[in-house]
């Protein structure tokens, strides 16, 4: 029998995004003025329940912006997950900033215990990033860099949605960023979200975004400050729109799949499935399995086995201490616990409305390919 082959991510378009995409294309307002983008951002800012949302072309530029604005410069430290996509990384390194790595905790998160013992006097800011849909400890961080007088930034691009003591991931921070990338929770084929509570922030976060032009004619091409294009098209903030009009679905969608998982995977000896913890609210953006030596198969046995049957699955993130790209001064510490996530970690497919079948396919094949 030929079944289907099972991509680890597919966006779900569900009705409206041809219609204000049409609305947006036959109004003439195809480049980063017209009213979806205000739409868009003001429907996102009251989804989250904060006061500013600012949409720009992605979230790693989203990111660039937030530690510019924030004024994180040559010479600052700021803390970052060692484990984690590298897009926040980068982000401090455009800066010209110093990436300080520190390891994952028991949800895959920076640990905050580590944190407080990292923070140097060139210390400013706390880059936190909830990955794979747990949120971080971000209280505990919120915390942290209040005592410290740090900057709190989340990257939110993994958990949004989310939430740490029913308070929604993304209002921790001083600002935090959102990602609609194809395969995050809503999309706009590319783009991202700032948010904050701050106006002044919000401001000068929408002044860099655009170029740092002048506030009126006179002034326009003065520019006082180092601006970017990271604007978001009006196309873009029609379809996200549409999008986030079904968010609560998509993240509904997103939980059904874990809890299947769970159940259907629970009993297979040697595997570790995602953290739960009773102070957050994980959103499951993908489905993680460690991969332990209990299992009798190895990570790359079992991805070519389930690759094999046309099931994809895709590897954890290598950690910012084993990349290249950072040139490490040898650095004497060690990083146990994100090594362990890179080495044994797989994720499944799971994306809104995929089809419950496919969960149970995935979990004969695994317990199948222990042999
Ligand atoms: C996807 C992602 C990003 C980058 O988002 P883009 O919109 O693709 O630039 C940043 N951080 C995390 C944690 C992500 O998962």
Not at 96 to 105: F, G, K, L, M, N
Not at 130 to 158: C, F, K, M, Q, S
Not at 162 to 173: E, I, S, W
Request: net charge negative.
């Amino acid at each position: 029998m030929s079944e289907e082959f099972q991509p680890v991510a597919q966006p779900h378009l569900w009705g409206n995004e041809r219609i204000y995409l049409d609305e947006a294309l036959e109004s003439g307002w195809v480049s980063s003025r017209g009213p979806f983008i205000e739409r868009f951002e003001r429907a996102f800012a009251e989804s989250i329940g904060v006061a500013h949302a600012v949409s720009v072309t992605n979230c790693t530029n989203a990111l660039h912006l937030a530690l510019d604005a924030l004024g994180i410069g040559p010479g600052d430290e700021v803390i970052v997950p060692d484990f984690t996509m590298m897009a926040p990384v980068f982000a401090v390194l455009y800066q010209r900033a110093t990436p300080v790595p520190i390891d994952a905790d028991e949800t895959w998160n920076m640990d905050p215990d580590a944190v407080a013992v990292a923070i140097t006097p060139r210390t400013r800011a706390i880059l936190a990033v909830h990955t794979y849909g747990h949120p971080a400890r971000i209280d505990r961080l919120r915390e942290i860099a209040d005592e410290h007088n740090l900057w709190l930034v989340e990257d939110a691009a993994e958990a949004h949605g989310g939430a740490v003591l029913g308070r929604a991931v993304g209002t921790f921070g001083d600002i935090a960023c959102f990602s609609f990338y194809a395969n995050k929770l809503i999309t706009t084929g590319e783009g991202g979200m700032i948010i904050t509570n701050c106006e002044e922030l919000a401001k000068r976060v929408r002044w860099k975004r655009n170029m740092c032009f002048g506030s009126d004619e006179e002034s326009r091409y003065t520019h006082e400050s180092i601006g970017f294009n990271y604007r978001m098209t009006n196309l873009q903030a029609a379809i996200g729109l549409a999008q986030l009009e079904n968010a609560a679905a998509a993240l509904e969608s997103k939980l059904s799949i874990a809890q299947a998982y769970d159940a259907a995977l629970g009993e297979i000896p040697g595997l570790t499935l995602p953290p739960r913890s009773t102070w957050a609210k994980n959103v499951f953006w993908v489905y993680g399995v460690l991969i332990r030596d209990e299992f009798g198969r190895s990570r790359v046995e079992l991805q070519q086995r389930l690759s094999s049957r046309k099931i994809e699955t895709r590897r954890f993130f290598t950690p910012l201490h084993r990349q290249p790209v950072i040139r490490s001064n040898g650095s004497l510490l060690s990083f146990p616990n994100a090594d362990l996530l890179c080495e044994r970690g797989l994720y499944l497919p799971s994306f809104p409305c995929m089809s419950t079948s496919v969960i149970q396919r995935v979990a004969d094949e695994i317990r199948r390919a222990r042999g």
